[in-house]
């Protein structure tokens, strides 16, 4: 691994950190998911993927969900890596999850 390259935990425990957001949300003038995105790649983490759902609801029951005049479909931002890496970031990004739902799960990284 260079200086430069994410982080890579094959067969480690490592953290599955979970972000579950709106299509809509933002930070500033950006989107919530691109601002998390940059952070993550800024902080060197071993991956991020953002999954974007059909519908979806949270503890509210609003449905959120895509229409021909407005998207609210529900995203999730999922990144891995080492806990102490995954709780650094964290406590980065605190300031912008208001509202996001973060949920953490150890998992296991292999590599086949």
């Known amino acids: 691994m260079t ?3 994410p982080s890579r935990h094959d067969g480690r425990p490592a953290i599955r950190l979970t972000l579950m957001l709106e299509t809509r949300a933002h930070a500033g003038h950006a989107s919530l998911e691109s601002q998390i995105m940059k952070q993550a790649r800024k902080a060197k983490l071993a991956g991020a993927t953002v999954f974007e ?9 609003h449905l959120h969900e895509g229409h021909l005049l ?5 995203r999730a931002i999922v ?28 998992v296991e990284v292999v590599e086949l």
Do not use: C
């Not at 407005?70 to 529900?74: A, G, I, L």
């Not at 970031?89 to 300031?95: C, D, H, K, S």
């Open 79 to 106: 990144i891995v890596d080492a806990k102490e890496r995954i709780e650094t970031f964290l406590e980065e990004i605190a300031p912008l999850l208001k509202g996001v739902t973060v949920s953490l799960a150890e």
């Open 70 to 74: 407005s998207d609210d479909r529900p």
């Open 53 to 61: 759902g059909h519908a979806g609801y949270g503890a509210s029951g």
């Open 3 to 5: 200086e430069s390259s």
